[in-house]
């Protein structure tokens, strides 16, 4: 491809913190080894980007628009699906990921993979600034720093490597303002989604990897059982809609207690409840509903399900 061409950054439709930290930290990356790029991306940003974005005043810059000429650089995920529309496969000249390989990569040779299954893609990030010695914007130490506290959540679950708590660490040390009181405040403010739970919960996809119609949504919320006591029927609802329309036959939502360290996992129905309790033993539910002091992600059940039923 031409050398001149301009990359662009791109993560998925409606980013989260990790995606919209990667993405404006390896603009910069890119940048300050002399390459023109820029970031783009499609949908809503989840809440917490806006709260962090707010809290420390940095403002997102995204491309208008993404040219057929542009090369394509995809963070934090890998699945073609999920990429903004007009991007075409053809364009992707790189991937940096934590999300597991998907089949289209396979034999391909075309493309520069970095891969590998950690607490967050802005982890692989943060370490090209500290490995190649390129200083980094406090912006974008910033946005990395959330990236890799709001997937591992705060360093927690069990996904999160010694390289995410190592280059956290290295982050916070560059940013006087990243305290601990100020995620804590982050974290309670990220809870107030009473508005917009449908969105937060990322429910719509039936996961493409498995046989079975299956999909599972997550929420990080600051005091689980108290927001259930006002939520838990308009979250039923919301799995019943989206389970109808988007025929998905399994259908549930991990709510992970940020603060406190436990889930509550919701299952959609009954057949939902019986398939998790089948292949995680510390679910048991009860009117499907099962908490659980094992702190454990979304990510480490889709695993589990992925690997039970591979297509
Ligand atoms: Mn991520």
Redesign the pocket.
Request: proline share 0%; aromatic share 0%; hydrophobic share 20%.
């Given at each position: 491809m031409n050398k001149n061409s301009r990359k662009i950054v791109t993560s998925y439709i409606d980013p989260?913190m990790?995606?919209i930290g990667?993405m404006y930290a390896y603009v910069e990356f890119l940048r300050k080894k002399g390459e023109v790029a820029e970031y783009y991306f499609e949908g809503t940003p989840k809440k917490e980007v806006g709260i962090v974005l707010e809290k420390f005043k940095i403002q997102l810059k995204c491309a208008n628009k993404v040219s057929k000429d542009d090369e394509i650089v995809i963070v934090?995920?890998n699945e073609l699906n999920f990429i903004p529309k007009g991007i075409t496969q053809e364009q992707i000249i790189q991937i940096i990921?934590?999300?597991p390989r998907r089949p289209w990569l396979d034999n391909n040779t075309k493309v520069n993979c970095q891969i590998e299954l950690i607490g967050?893609?802005?982890t692989l990030i943060a370490e090209r600034f500290k490995n190649e010695n390129i200083e980094i914007s406090k912006e974008s130490a910033i946005l990395l720093y959330y990236?890799i506290i709001s997937?591992t959540m705060n360093l927690k679950i069990k996904l999160t490597s010694l390289r995410d708590i190592e280059i956290a660490t290295w982050l916070k040390e560059k940013v006087p303002e990243l305290t601990d009181e100020i995620t804590k405040e982050i974290f309670i403010k990220k809870s107030e989604i009473g508005d917009n739970i449908e969105n937060e919960m990322e429910i719509g996809f039936k996961n493409p990897m498995v046989k079975i119609k299956w999909s599972i949504g997550q929420l990080e919320i600051a005091n689980a059982e108290e927001f259930l006591l006002k939520y838990e029927s308009e979250i039923r609802a919301i799995l019943d809609r989206v389970s109808a329309k988007n025929d998905i036959e399994y259908i549930s939502v991990n709510i992970m207690d940020i603060l406190n360290g436990y889930n509550i996992l919701i299952a959609g129905n009954k057949k939902t409840a019986d398939l998790l309790s089948e292949n995680f033993d510390f679910f048991k539910f009860k009117n499907l509903k099962a908490k659980t002091t094992k702190f454990i992600s979304r990510k480490e059940l889709v695993r589990v399900i992925a690997e039970r039923y591979k297509k």
């Open positions: 989260d990790d995606g990667s934090d995920n990921d934590h999300h967050a893609a802005a990236g997937n």
